[in-house]
């Protein structure tokens, strides 16, 4: 590993990411701290808070790379599919197919939580909006006569429902509401909210 004197602070920042995932993957996320990742790249301590403000700046913007991933699936999956139906159903389990074979990366964005209750900063939001954008697509076309705020509404309704099935299955607790398979208790519940998408 390269001294500071051989990297730019731009080069730091990429290194400092790659071994955020790296401690995450291998430890978990609640392992993380920012003198392991010193540590992992050569640096101190205080070279990095040259280049993030502090820890949940460092978290944010590893997020903002899985924010980048799940997008690039959707839009992938997206592309697969014509009907809006479908497409939301394939988004549906995209994501789940996402929470189970990357399970740090989901760990790392929905548990993170902002120290001293400190608001998440504005620069994140539209990372997450445009994941928001490619579900409110085909649900304006399923609601022809809604507004664009029921619409987006609709899509954050949509996204809670798909991410509660897949928080139930993470944590292992499907089994409590004897639930069948997760593919089929997804399917279900997709089938009753696209039904009722369409009747509203």
Same mark, same amino acid.
């Given at each position: &590993?390269?001294?500071? #004197? ?31 990742? $010193? ?5 101190? !301590? =205080?070279?990095?808070?040259? /280049?993030?403000? #502090? ?13 980048? /991933? ?36 989901? +760990? &790392? ?7 001293? #209750? ?24 399923? &609601? $022809? ?5 029921? !619409?987006? +509404? ?29 593919? #089929? ?10 039904? =009722? !998408?369409?009747? $509203?």
């Amino acid at each position: &590993m390269g001294r500071r #004197n051989d990297h730019s602070r731009e080069e730091i920042r990429e290194l400092a990411l790659a071994a955020t995932f790296e401690i995450v993957t291998e430890q978990g996320f609640h392992q993380l701290s920012v003198r392991k990742i $010193a540590s992992a790249i050569g640096y101190t !301590v =205080g070279s990095l808070y040259l /280049i993030f403000k #502090n820890l949940d700046d460092l978290i944010l913007q590893a997020n903002v790379h899985n924010l980048e /991933i799940i997008y690039q699936i959707l839009q992938q999956t997206e592309k697969k599919q014509k009907k809006p139906e479908q497409r939301l159903l394939a988004f549906a389990h995209a994501y789940l197919h996402f929470t189970i074979e990357q399970p740090y990366r989901w +760990q &790392m964005i929905f548990e993170h939580r902002m120290q001293n #209750n400190e608001p998440v900063p504005e620069w994140f939001e539209p990372h997450v909006s445009r994941l928001f954008s490619l579900l409110e697509a085909p649900l304006a076309q399923l &609601m $022809a006569d809604a507004e664009p705020e029921q !619409v987006r +509404q609709t899509a954050r309704a949509m996204w809670c429902a798909v991410h509660g099935v897949s928080t139930l299955y993470m944590t292992e607790k499907l089994e409590v509401v004897g639930s069948e398979s997760v593919q #089929n208790l997804l399917d279900r519940l997709m089938g009753i909210f696209l039904e =009722g !998408v369409k009747t $509203a």
